[in-house]
């Protein structure tokens, strides 16, 4: 602090509390301390101390009396008198403990020990000062002095704990100097050190720093692993934090020791019981990644395929191979995906997975989903029941098996979206072969009333008053199965024999089967069913990418195919617009993906990473499926 500073600072802490100008009728001794003040102010520190040690000298119990030693012991410590500047302080918080002016030297008396290099005497003395000083400002001041002192001496743990009290203490409006100076203390602090506050620090806040530089010493000791799993832990942990963008730029740090924008990696099977999807997502893959080479200027792009095998050790170090080539992001996996997640997570890789399995995009913001799920399904075939073929009744006829009441609660919750009515719903046995008397059930014809639970049937189904004994009850437009060929071949004979032949058959994509189109062809005019890829569509993009495949692979593309082109199209096409600088850029770029025009169907990315697909809509046409006009 300058003694100009030390001036400025006086005045606002109240030496200007009066008007003390020499032409003002004042006392003698105010007379005096104007005149001092007038030096002061004039840069004559000499004569102010003389002025002011001659008002003590002969007015020592005036109520300026303190003021002036205070001003003396400011004069001597900028002049770097600071023995002199001590004996000064020390008779204002002696001689006047009650004065406002005592916290003030208390706390200067700390801040020239300092000065002076004395870092032992600035410990001793601060524990010394009560923490009842008032304002709170002359507390604050307190331990960030002895925090330095702390930090002088090496004992980095209790400058901290020193800085973490200021911070207590200190009013949010000037909070930023002290966390700068905790900040920069806990940075200093070894693995030992950090983990040993960590073990008797709670406040989260307080752990936030800990943690941080707990990640940073490990990675400087080689355990990077660790440190990326902390990290991740933390991000998770605290979604607001002064050093949060300092975690994630760190993760980012480390993930980036190995990364090459020109490099692709695949994780897939090649081996175990998905070695076929391996083989064919692997297909698609590189016919994207055909596309992409040509062009002038990227003939340097790399793909890097590993195996996932049949295990989740096999996959975890698959993904660390990827990470260690330099891959941007990876595509895949189709099996083992909770262990590869885990493990991209863990690394900071933007992943696309290639699942239908449920909440694998929330493992974390580096993990993506490209797949047809039974939401998306759903979704597209209630819309167009709702908005295209004017249904608003619907019955659903289920397998009791996980597949099976999946679908029918995400229907059941989509059609109370629309606003529209579930007449009845039965469930079947997963092994029947008799699907009669479920169909009754539906119509009316095996009982009245269901039991409830809630406002749900549990089986069978509500008949409209005054309709009992009048033969089936068909009071719904629509009735949904999802279900696959082998039951579908059985049940949807058996709805034509029960009148049920007028309806709307609705399904999945287990439907799209040749079995079952060769099986019941006859019963398939009501069907709509959704699709996430039409290899006979009359899309343009579609015919292209099947004609190339055609010709690439002399057979025709299916949905893995499909859906592994269009996820390896979107981040190519990422990396080659502009190559970004680390692995957060290419997970950035992925979640502002919005309405990708793939083959597989215009795709988004929602702020999980969950891609959110415009699916294809079939319906039933004598012995195969067509697409339904978009």
Same mark, same amino acid.
């Given at each position: 602090?300058?003694?100009?500073?030390?001036?400025?600072?006086?005045?606002?802490?109240?030496?200007?509390?009066?008007?003390?100008?020499?032409?003002?009728?004042?006392?003698?001794? $105010?007379?005096?301390?104007?005149?001092?003040?007038?030096?002061?102010?004039?840069?004559?520190?000499?004569?102010?101390?003389?002025?002011?040690?001659?008002?003590?000298? %002969? /007015? !020592?119990?005036?109520?300026?009396?303190?003021?002036?030693?205070?001003? =003396?012991?400011?004069?001597?410590?900028?002049?770097?008198?600071?023995?002199?500047?001590?004996?000064?302080?020390?008779?204002?918080?002696?001689?006047?403990?009650?004065?406002?002016?005592?916290?003030?030297?208390?706390?200067?008396?700390?801040?020239?020990?300092?000065?002076?290099?004395?870092?032992?005497?600035?410990?001793?003395?601060?524990?010394?000062?009560?923490?009842?000083?008032?304002?709170?400002?002359?507390?604050?001041?307190?331990?960030?002095?002895?925090?330095?002192?702390?930090?002088?001496?090496?004992?980095?743990?209790?400058?901290?704990?020193?800085?973490?009290?200021?911070?207590?203490?200190?009013?949010?409006?000037?909070?930023?100097?002290?966390?700068? %100076?905790? %900040?920069?203390?806990?940075?200093?602090?070894?693995?030992?050190?950090?983990?040993?506050?960590?073990?008797?620090?709670?406040?989260?806040?307080? +752990?936030?720093?800990?943690?941080?530089?707990?990640?940073?010493?490990?990675?400087?000791?080689?355990?990077?692993?660790?440190?990326?799993?902390?990290?991740?832990?933390?991000?998770?942990?605290?979604?607001?934090?002064?050093?949060?963008?300092?975690?994630?730029?760190?993760?980012?740090?480390?993930?980036?020791?190995? #990364?090459?924008?020109?490099?692709?990696?695949?994780?897939? !099977? /090649?081996?175990?019981?998905?070695?076929?999807?391996?083989?064919?997502?692997?297909?698609?893959?590189?016919?994207?990644?055909?596309?992409?080479?040509?062009?002038?200027?990227?003939?340097?792009?790399?793909?890097?395929?590993?195996?996932?095998?049949?295990?989740?050790?096999?996959?975890?170090?698959?993904? +660390?191979?990827?990470?260690?080539?330099?891959?941007?992001?990876?595509?895949?996996?189709?099996?083992?995906?909770?262990?590869?997640?885990?493990?991209?997570?863990?690394?900071?890789?933007p992943m696309i997975a290639m699942t239908g399995k449920d909440g694998i995009a929330a493992s974390g913001d580096f993990v993506f989903r490209?797949?047809?799920?039974?939401?998306?399904?759903?979704?597209?075939?209630?819309?167009?029941?709702?908005?295209?073929?004017?249904?608003?009744? /619907?019955?659903?006829?289920?397998?009791?098996?996980?597949?099976?009441?999946? #679908?029918?609660?995400?229907?059941?919750?989509?059609?109370?979206?629309?606003?529209?009515?579930?007449?009845?719903?039965?469930?079947?046995?997963?092994?029947?072969?008799?699907?009669?008397?479920?169909? =009754?059930?539906?119509?009316?014809?095996?009982?009245?009333?269901?039991?409830?639970?809630?406002?749900?049937?549990?089986?069978?189904?509500?008949?409209?008053?005054?309709?009992?004994?009048?033969?089936?009850?068909?009071?719904?437009?629509?009735?949904?199965?999802?279900?696959?060929? =082998?039951?579908? $071949?059985?049940?949807?004979?058996?709805?034509?024999?029960?009148?049920?032949?007028?309806?709307?058959?609705?399904?999945?994509?287990?439907?799209?089967?040749?079995?079952?189109?060769?099986?019941?062809?006859?019963?398939?005019?009501?069907?709509?069913?959704?699709?996430?890829?039409?290899?006979?569509?009359?899309?343009?993009?579609?015919?292209?990418?099947?004609?190339?495949?055609?010709?690439?692979?002399?057979?025709?593309?299916?949905?893995?195919?499909?859906?592994?082109?269009?996820?390896?199209?979107?981040?190519?096409?990422?990396?080659?617009?502009?190559?970004?600088?680390?692995?957060?850029?290419?997970?950035?770029?992925?979640?502002?993906?919005?309405?990708?025009?793939?083959?597989?169907?215009?795709?988004?990315?929602?702020?999980?990473?969950?891609?959110?697909?415009?699916?294809?809509?079939?319906?039933?046409?004598?012995?195969?499926?067509?697409?339904?006009?978009?």
């Amino acid at each position: 602090m300058t003694l100009c500073l030390v001036a400025l600072f006086l005045c606002v802490a109240g030496c200007g509390q009066k008007d003390y100008r020499a032409d003002k009728a004042l006392p003698a001794d $105010e007379q005096l301390f104007a005149r001092a003040e007038e030096a002061f102010n004039a840069r004559q520190f000499d004569e102010a101390l003389e002025l002011y040690g001659d008002l003590v000298k %002969r /007015f !020592p119990e005036s109520a300026v009396a303190p003021a002036a030693l205070l001003k =003396k012991g400011m004069i001597y410590g900028g002049k770097e008198a600071y023995d002199d500047a001590q004996v000064a302080l020390l008779r204002v918080y002696q001689d006047y403990p009650e004065s406002p002016f005592a916290p003030v030297a208390l706390v200067e008396s700390l801040t020239f020990l300092y000065r002076m290099g004395d870092f032992p005497g600035v410990i001793q003395k601060g524990v010394q000062i009560p923490d009842t000083l008032s304002p709170s400002d002359y507390r604050v001041r307190k331990y960030a002095i002895m925090g330095d002192a702390y930090l002088a001496l090496g004992d980095r743990v209790d400058a901290v704990g020193a800085y973490f009290t200021a911070c207590d203490m200190v009013d949010s409006a000037e909070r930023g100097w002290v966390v700068a %100076r905790l %900040r920069g203390a806990v940075a200093t602090l070894t693995l030992s050190e950090a983990e040993e506050m960590l073990s008797r620090i709670h406040g989260k806040e307080k +752990r936030g720093y800990l943690l941080l530089q707990r990640m940073r010493a490990l990675a400087e000791e080689g355990a990077v692993d660790e440190a990326l799993q902390g990290l991740n832990d933390f991000l998770s942990l605290y979604s607001d934090h002064p050093v949060r963008e300092d975690a994630m730029a760190f993760r980012e740090f480390l993930s980036r020791s190995h #990364f090459n924008p020109r490099v692709l990696g695949c994780l897939l !099977p /090649f081996t175990g019981r998905y070695a076929d999807y391996g083989r064919q997502a692997r297909e698609g893959i590189e016919l994207a990644f055909q596309g992409v080479a040509l062009r002038q200027g990227f003939g340097d792009f790399q793909l890097v395929f590993r195996d996932t095998g049949s295990d989740d050790e096999t996959t975890r170090q698959a993904v +660390r191979e990827l990470v260690a080539a330099g891959a941007a992001a990876i595509i895949g996996p189709v099996g083992n995906v909770e262990s590869a997640t885990d493990e991209a997570q863990l690394r900071g890789v933007p992943m696309i997975a290639m699942t239908g399995k449920d909440g694998i995009a929330a493992s974390g913001d580096f993990v993506f989903r490209n797949f047809i799920t039974p939401r998306m399904q759903v979704r597209s075939v209630v819309s167009y029941a709702f908005e295209v073929l004017g249904v608003n009744d /619907f019955a659903i006829l289920y397998p009791d098996e996980p597949y099976g009441r999946d #679908f029918m609660n995400l229907f059941w919750d989509e059609v109370a979206r629309y606003g529209g009515e579930i007449r009845g719903v039965e469930a079947y046995g997963a092994d029947t072969a008799d699907f009669s008397s479920s169909i =009754k059930k539906l119509t009316g014809l095996w009982y009245n009333r269901p039991a409830k639970d809630g406002d749900k049937p549990v089986w069978g189904r509500v008949l409209p008053e005054g309709v009992e004994g009048q033969g089936p009850v068909v009071d719904f437009e629509a009735i949904f199965i999802p279900d696959g060929s =082998k039951s579908l $071949e059985l049940i949807l004979p058996q709805l034509a024999f029960h009148d049920l032949g007028g309806v709307y058959t609705l399904g999945t994509n287990l439907w799209h089967n040749a079995d079952l189109m060769d099986a019941a062809s006859k019963h398939l005019g009501q069907s709509i069913i959704p699709d996430g890829f039409f290899a006979r569509s009359r899309d343009p993009r579609v015919k292209r990418f099947v004609t190339a495949f055609k010709g690439a692979f002399g057979r025709t593309p299916d949905y893995i195919e499909a859906v592994a082109y269009d996820s390896a199209l979107l981040v190519l096409g990422i990396l080659a617009e502009k190559a970004p600088a680390g692995r957060s850029d290419v997970r950035d770029a992925l979640l502002a993906v919005n309405a990708f025009p793939g083959v597989t169907g215009s795709t988004s990315f929602d702020g999980t990473g969950d891609a959110d697909k415009t699916l294809t809509l079939l319906k039933g046409k004598g012995r195969r499926f067509v697409e339904v006009p978009k």
